[in-house]
């Protein structure tokens, strides 16, 4: 089973306005971290957000927050105010106490933001 | 330099030649990856280091793939006898340890390209 799943390949939206990039996990480990990394075409893995399985409120970091559902086992990403160089790939990525020397990542989405 | 530095930022090799990638992490992080991303794909785990150990190799595909981190910091990924399929973008990251929540750094990785 995929531990990340990311089901949206691409995505659109309007400049200034917000999205949601969805992404869901799996695992039966009960402490565990949730990452959102931005990949523009340059092909650097940007660090954008981390969500704790024990965090007890919502991650803020400007303009991204993580909406983390913890029984659905979702922590979808939201950017408002979208900017035209948000504009990039986005990957969700979990690691696990249990296996903590690796990141698993999503297929990513393709955010695409028009003017 | 502040962030993790791979280079060559691009590789082409013929099949069968061998082939050395090489990651500078940020200084004092302990924690050292190696991972491949495929086109369209996220990265995908190769190995892993603590210091100049290497803890988990789980991830590399063929006993062709070789990595070390002799002093602890710089690391080199050899691939030889290349093949086709090898041809990938090659991404090294580290954090500053093995906690599940601690974020990984990424360099701009390696284009690989094996014509």
């Known amino acids: 089973a995929q531990k990340i799943t990311q089901t949206q390949p691409g995505m659109f939206v309007q400049e200034k306005e917000a999205v949601t990039l969805d992404c869901t996990y799996d695992?039966?480990?009960?402490?565990?971290?949730l990452f959102w990394y931005k990949q523009p075409s340059s092909g650097e893995m940007i660090f954008l957000i981390y969500?704790?399985?024990?965090?007890?409120q919502n991650a803020t970091e400007g303009r991204y927050s993580l909406n983390f559902q913890k029984a659905r086992k979702s922590a979808n990403l939201v950017i408002s105010a979208s900017q035209l160089g948000d504009s990039a790939m986005y990957f969700c990525?979990?690691?696990?106490?249990?296996?903590?020397?690796?990141?698993?990542f999503g297929t990513g989405t393709s955010l695409t933001v028009i003017p | 330099g502040a962030g993790v530095s791979q280079s060559p930022r691009y590789k082409v090799a013929k099949r069968g030649q061998d082939v050395a990638l090489r990651c500078d992490p940020i200084?004092?992080?302990?924690?050292l990856f190696w991972y491949q991303q495929a086109l369209g794909q996220g990265p995908e785990f190769l190995t892993y280091?603590?210091?100049?150990?290497?803890?988990?190799k789980s991830g590399l595909p063929s006993d062709r793939f070789f990595a070390e981190r002799p002093e602890g910091s710089v690391s080199t990924l050899k691939i030889q006898r290349t093949q086709q399929e090898d041809s990938a973008v090659y991404l090294c990251?580290?954090?500053?340890?093995?906690?599940?929540?601690?974020?990984?750094?990424f360099g701009d990785g390696t284009r690989l390209s094996i014509l």
């Open positions: 969500q704790g399985s024990y965090d007890q």
């Open positions: 990251a580290s954090s500053r340890d093995r906690s599940y929540n601690q974020p990984q750094h």
């Open positions: 695992t039966s480990d009960p402490s565990y971290g």
């Open positions: 200084s004092g992080h302990v924690s």
């Open positions: 990525a979990m690691r696990e106490v249990s296996t903590g020397n690796q990141f698993y």
């Open positions: 280091f603590q210091n100049e150990a290497q803890l988990d």
